[in-house]
C-alpha cells in the first residue's frame, strides 16, 4: 500500500467505481521541490553557477503555479498508480479522471478517478468438478514427420544438369528494375532459393520452373499492395535472373547409420523412440496447460458473474491495444494489419467480444477462489519466483525484491502468484475423466435442466 496516495472508494453500478484520492500537502510539496531543482539545471541567474540555482529561488523566478504544473504532470501517472493501489481495486479499461484546481501552499492536491472494475463472483462447485482429459499420445504420423524433419536437416544438395523443378534450388544472379529504373534491393548474386518454398514475392519461383543451368530469364512479377518497401508496394517489377545452377536435395536413406549420424543412436527403432518418448512430454505439457484451462471454464461455468456490456467493450480494447502493442514490436502498425486483415477495428472488437467476456469471468472466479482458501504467497514464494530473473539480472531473490518493492511493483508479484496458485487449486482438486465420459455426459439431461430445441432424443439419468 502506498503512504503518498490516500484515497476512498465509492461503488458505482455495472461493476465501476469512483475513488477521491488526495495527495498529502508534503508529497506535493516534495514533487514541486524536485521539479524545481531539474528547471534550475538549466536556468541561467546572477550570483548562481549554471545548474546550482536553488529550488526556492527557481520557484520565485518561475512562478509556484507553473512549478506546480510541470510537477503535477510528471508526478499524476505515478499518483494514479499509487491510488489505484490504495483503494485495492483491479482495473478494466480506461479510467475517467477528473483534477481538482492546483492546491495552494500547504494544501493536498485531490482528484478523482471513475473505473471499471473486475466483476465479483459467487462461487458454485468448484471442488472435484469433472473435466475430459486425454492421454499423452505420439501417433506414427507425428514420429514419421519429427524423423522426415531429421532427413531435412541433414540433406546434401547436389548439383544436376536437369532442368529446375518443383523443390528443387536455384543458384541465380538478378537485378531487378521498376519502370526501367533499378531499386533499392533489387539486386543480388548467388542466391540460393528452394522453388516451391514461397519465400520469393509471388509469382516469381514459378518463373523459373523448368529453368537450366545458363539459362537468363525474365521474371515479372507486381508486388502486393501490403509489401513491407512502401514504395515498391502495389508496382511491377522486371527481373533480370541468371539461372547459375540447379541443386537438389540428397536425402539419407532411413537406416540405422542415419539414426547413428544424425542423432547418435544405434539403431532407427531406438530415434523412433526416442522421438516418441519426447512427443508424448510435449503432448503431456500442452495437455496439462489445456486441462488447467477447462477445469477453470468448468467451474466458471457453475459460478454466477455478472458482466456488464460496457466492461465487456473495455475488456475488448484492452486485448486489440495489447496485440496492436504485440505486433509494433514486428514493424506493423494498425493500418497495416487492418489492411493485411480486411477487417475494420470494430469488426475486430466485436470478434473479441467473447473472449473479453470470458476472460472477465475466469478473473473473478480465480479472485473468488483466493479469497475462499485464503491463498496467500509467502516471502518464500516470492523468493522462489524471482530466482531465475535474480540469476539472469546477476543479483540475489532478495535484493530484487527490495527493489521491485521500492518499484511499488512487489503487490503485481503476489497477485500473480496467487493467481496460479489458485488455478493449481483447481486443478488438483479437480477429476479428470476419459474423453468418451465426458461426451457421453454432455448428451445426459435431467428434469431440472432446460432442454434445448431439438434435443428431444437426449438420454435421461436420475441424479447425473
Not at 29 to 47: I, V, Y
Not at 225 to 233: I, N, P, S, V
Request: charged share 35%.
Amino acid at each position: 500500500m502506498s503512504a503518498a496516495v490516500k484515497t476512498s472508494v465509492t461503488e458505482l453500478p455495472e461493476s465501476r467505481v469512483r475513488v477521491e484520492a488526495e495527495v498529502p500537502a508534503e508529497e506535493v510539496e516534495r514533487r514541486m521541490e524536485a521539479t524545481a531543482r531539474k528547471l534550475g539545471r538549466d536556468l541561467r541567474m546572477p550570483g548562481f553557477r549554471k545548474g546550482k540555482v536553488p529550488p526556492p529561488v527557481v520557484i520565485q523566478r518561475v512562478g509556484r503555479e507553473a512549478v506546480l504544473d510541470e510537477a503535477v504532470r510528471g508526478a499524476l501517472g505515478r499518483w494514479y498508480l499509487d491510488a489505484i493501489d490504495d483503494a485495492g481495486i483491479h482495473p478494466v479499461g480506461d479510467p475517467d479522471l477528473d483534477l481538482g484546481d492546483l492546491p495552494s501552499q500547504g494544501e493536498p492536491l485531490t482528484f478523482t478517478i471513475e473505473i471499471g472494475v473486475r466483476p465479483t463472483a459467487t462461487l458454485g462447485t468448484y471442488k472435484g468438478v469433472e473435466v475430459g482429459k486425454r492421454e499423452p499420445d505420439a501417433t506414427d504420423e507425428a514420429i514419421d514427420g519429427e524423423i522426415e524433419a531429421l532427413r531435412e536437416r541433414a540433406a546434401r544438395l547436389e548439383t544436376v544438369e536437369d532442368a529446375a523443378g518443383e523443390g528443387d534450388f536455384v543458384v541465380m544472379d538478378y537485378v531487378g528494375t521498376v519502370d526501367g529504373e533499378p531499386f533499392a534491393g533489387g539486386e543480388g548474386r548467388d542466391q540460393l532459393v528452394e522453388l516451391g518454398s514461397g519465400r520469393l514475392v509471388p509469382g516469381f519461383e514459378d518463373q523459373l520452373v523448368g529453368a537450366s543451368a545458363g539459362d537468363e530469364r525474365p521474371v515479372t512479377i507486381s508486388f502486393p499492395d501490403d509489401y513491407g518497401a512502401t514504395e515498391l508496394a502495389g508496382k511491377e517489377a522486371q527481373f533480370a535472373v541468371t539461372v547459375k545452377a540447379v541443386q537438389r536435395k540428397d536425402l539419407p536413406e532411413l537406416d540405422d547409420d542415419f539414426a547413428s549420424d544424425a542423432a547418435g543412436f544405434d539403431t532407427l527403432d531406438e530415434l523412433r523412440e526416442d522421438v516418441a518418448a519426447k512427443l508424448r512430454e510435449a503432448d503431456e505439457a500442452r495437455l496439462e496447460a489445456e486441462f488447467r484451462e477447462a477445469v477453470l471454464d468448468a467451474v466458471v461455468k457453475e459460478s454466477k458473474v455478472e458482466v456488464p456490456e460496457g466492461l465487456v467493450d473495455a475488456r475488448a480494447r484492452e486485448l486489440w491495444e495489447r496485440m496492436l502493442h504485440s505486433l509494433s514490436h514486428q514493424g506493423i502498425n494498425k493500418d497495416a494489419y487492418l489492411r493485411i486483415a480486411g477487417r475494420s477495428e470494430d469488426d475486430i472488437l466485436e470478434e473479441a467480444k467473447p473472449d473479453a467476456e470470458q476472460a472477465l469471468r475466469r478473473e473473478a472466479v480465480i479472485a473468488a477462489v483466493i479469497e475462499s482458501e485464503g491463498i496467500e504467497p509467502t516471502d518464500g514464494d516470492l523468493l522462489d519466483a524471482l530466482q531465475a530473473s535474480a540469476a539472469r539480472e546477476r543479483t540475489t531473490p532478495e535484493k530484487l525484491r527490495t527493489r521491485l518493492e521500492k518499484a511499488g511493483r512487489l503487490d503485481e508479484l503476489r497477485d500473480d502468484l496467487a493467481q496460479r496458485a489458485a488455478l493449481d487449486f483447481l486443478a488438483e482438486h479437480a477429476t479428470p475423466i476419459s474423453v468418451e465420459q465426458a461426451q457421453a455426459r454432455d448428451k445426459l439431461w435431467t428434469p431440472g435442466k432446460e432442454q434445448a430445441e431439438g434435443e428431444s432424443s437426449r438420454l435421461w439419468t436420475p441424479g447425473s
